[in-house]
């Protein structure tokens, strides 16, 4: 019994091992892509293979970055695009999952409201824009809703759908036991949901990014989306790229605190 246990315990420690093995070399191989990609781009614009005005090079955009920092304007664009994403991120996505517990919770209105969802979800939120900028404002409210809005249709519909597909018989076993509807929610259907809650987090990150940022391109004097179009206006096609990239950079981030929640709840 005891060889079995540490012939267990030793296959257990081999997969671990080679578990960490894998992640260094896909973080080896993620790290040598980056590095060819940011070189290739400034050989390319070095020897002019490619327009520097236009595609701008990593030299050019490191320069601008450390100029914007210390002038603290790239700081302060940073700031109000970053609190409008995460406003419009914590909304869009409390206010799905709000609708589809409604969604689940009443058969009738799910049943009412279901065509609306679908011509929603195939509705290009992003031209409702000048519709909530005149509504709204040209504030961070408009911008803001921009960003909850893009998001809350496809969360309304992934989260319901899960809560739908739960096993019904936890429902039934719960329900012999006078469990109520709201029970019944809280101890099967929202444990149950939470992976798919997670999922729809990660795809949000991107969303919420791309509400606000459109709203910006609309009507902003502050914020990355102000810098892009105003880097376009005035042909600085480096400040441009310098604004995607730190766009990028925090989406990362924001994507990998999504990941540690998520790992910390299925842990727990």
């Not at 315990?9 to 080896?28: A, G």
């Not at 921009?146 to 249709?153: D, F, Q, Y």
């Not at 719960?174 to 099967?188: D, I, M, N, P, V």
């Not at 919420?208 to 376009?232: A, H, N, P, Q, R």
Request: hydrophobic share 55%.
């Amino acid at each position: 019994m005891n060889k079995k246990m540490s012939n267990v315990q030793l296959l257990h420690r081999n997969y671990l091992k080679s578990l960490k093995i894998e992640k260094r070399w896909v973080m080896l191989y993620q790290i040598i892509i980056f590095l060819i990609f940011f070189g290739s781009w400034e050989l390319f614009a070095q020897k002019q293979w490619i327009d520097p005005l236009i595609f701008s090079s990593p030299s050019k955009i490191l320069e601008l970055l450390i100029t914007k920092i210390q002038d603290g304007s790239l700081l302060t664009n940073l700031g109000v695009t970053l609190t409008e994403t995460v406003f419009g991120f914590i909304l869009g996505t409390l206010l799905g999952t709000l609708l589809a517990a409604i969604l689940w919770w009443s058969p009738m209105i799910s049943k009412v409201l279901d065509p609306y969802l679908v011509i929603l979800n195939a509705m290009p939120k992003v031209a409702l824009g000048p519709v909530l900028i005149v509504a709204m404002g040209p504030g961070y409210p408009s911008i803001i809703a921009m960003g909850a809005i893009i998001s809350v249709i496809i969360t309304t519909i992934v989260v319901y759908t899960s809560f739908k597909e739960v096993d019904p018989n936890y429902l039934k076993v719960l329900q012999t036991f006078g469990a109520t509807r709201y029970e019944c929610f809280k101890e099967a259907i929202l444990p149950a949901s939470f992976p798919t809650i997670i999922s729809t987090l990660k795809v949000n990150v991107g969303l919420s990014w791309v509400g606000v940022i459109v709203g910006e391109f609309l009507v902003s004097s502050k914020g990355l989306g102000y810098m892009i179009i105003y880097g376009f206006q005035v042909f600085n096609f480096t400040l441009v790229f310098l604004s995607l990239l730190v766009i990028a950079v925090f989406a990362t981030i924001m994507y990998q605190l999504v990941d540690l929640l998520e790992k910390k709840l299925i842990k727990e």
